[in-house]
């Protein structure tokens, strides 16, 4: 992030890496990812791949905290 002041400015590269992982581990359901997949799967696959260590580390982190409570 861009520090200007008090004041942090968002990359649209930073914003998209956020709204994606939002969706994908969040609200995202099985057949909405199968329906982005057959929508566009060239983007879907970019974004899987771009992301993929962070959507493995959010996955460790739930099955972690579902273990422990």
Do not use: V
């Amino acid at each position: 992030m861009q520090e200007e002041g008090n004041n942090y400015m968002m990359s649209d590269k930073e914003i998209e890496k956020q709204n994606f992982l939002c969706w994908y581990s969040m609200y995202a359901t099985t057949d909405d990812i199968e329906k982005a997949n057959a929508i566009n799967k060239p983007a879907m696959d970019r974004l899987l791949s771009q992301y993929s260590q962070d959507i493995e580390m959010m996955h460790i982190s739930r099955n972690l905290h579902e273990k422990l409570f």
